[in-house]
């Protein structure tokens, strides 16, 4: 049941605020890097040679 109503809430809530998505994806990047920061350096050369 959940799974029906979340596509239509994030629809909804696209169309009452477009920039809605840049915020989210501005603070998937901040998370990301702040992960990056906090793991050794082997580990990110890793990651960057992995992706």
Known sequence: MIAKTM???WL???RNDK???FR???KAQDE????L???GAEHAAALEVAG
């Open 12 to 14: 909804q809530a696209l």
């Open 37 to 39: 920061s906090h793991i």
């Open 24 to 26: 989210a994806g501005r």
């Open 7 to 9: 596509p239509s809430s």
């Open 32 to 35: 990301a890097d702040w992960m």
């Open 19 to 21: 920039r809605r998505i």
